[in-house]
């Protein structure tokens, strides 16, 4: 016997020929935008979504396993499913591929330069899809291995969704960035595209990286995006792979 519709129908939002799984994919990636489910906290099990979306549990785990193999959602032997988090510690440095030339774990602390508000350069308009009025923040950070710089940091946020960032609330914020922009601001990135090139360190650069100018450095321009496709970040890092590397797992 074929399965019926899902009780929420995800028609006007999935195509009438999508996979039964893949629409409901489509509303639970709904109800986690809409925060059904907060970040860390435990969803329903497959048999209670089967229920409710009136379909077979192997369909619910389909959909699960989907959303899991895209880190929306983590699955715990023996817990259960829970709704992915900047905070774990296995994902603090999910977006950050640097690593020590030595292999050891990746730790660094942060030290904030500044917080400006400022209307978006053109280029930052563009990248995050706003109008060339809107307001966005600029955050400059370097992050430090021990004493010694290792990554120059330029963030440009949307000013309407991180209303009321200051630096003050940066420096006060002890855990992960993205830990603290999915707690306070409701924020959540959940995917990231990244364009990398070597240039030579120059001017300011140079300085604030303890590094001679015309050094080689690794240029790491990323957006991130929230649910939807929307861009909530452009990141421009400058990193000193002095005794780092850019490391990244190919499947």
Known sequence: ???AAPVESAVSQTPSFAPLYQQIKTLLTRSLQGGEWKPGEAIPSEIELAARFKV????????????????????RQ???TFVATHSEERTQYRFLRLQPDDEAAISLRRRLLDCRRLRAPVDVARALALKASDNVFQVRRLLLQGEQPVVLDEIWLPAAPFKGLTAERLVGHRGPMYAFFEGDFGVRMIRADERIRAVAAAGDAAQLLAV??????LSVERLSYTYGDK??????GLYDTAHHHYRNALN
């Open 56 to 75: 077979s549990q192997g369909t619910v785990r389909k959909a699960i396993d989907e959303l899991a193999t895209e880190n929306l959602l983590v699955r």
């Open 212 to 217: 001679a100018p015309g050094a080689p450095l």
């Open 1 to 3: 016997m074929s399965e």
């Open 78 to 80: 023996g817990k259960g």
């Open 231 to 236: 861009p909530v970040e452009l990141r421009r």
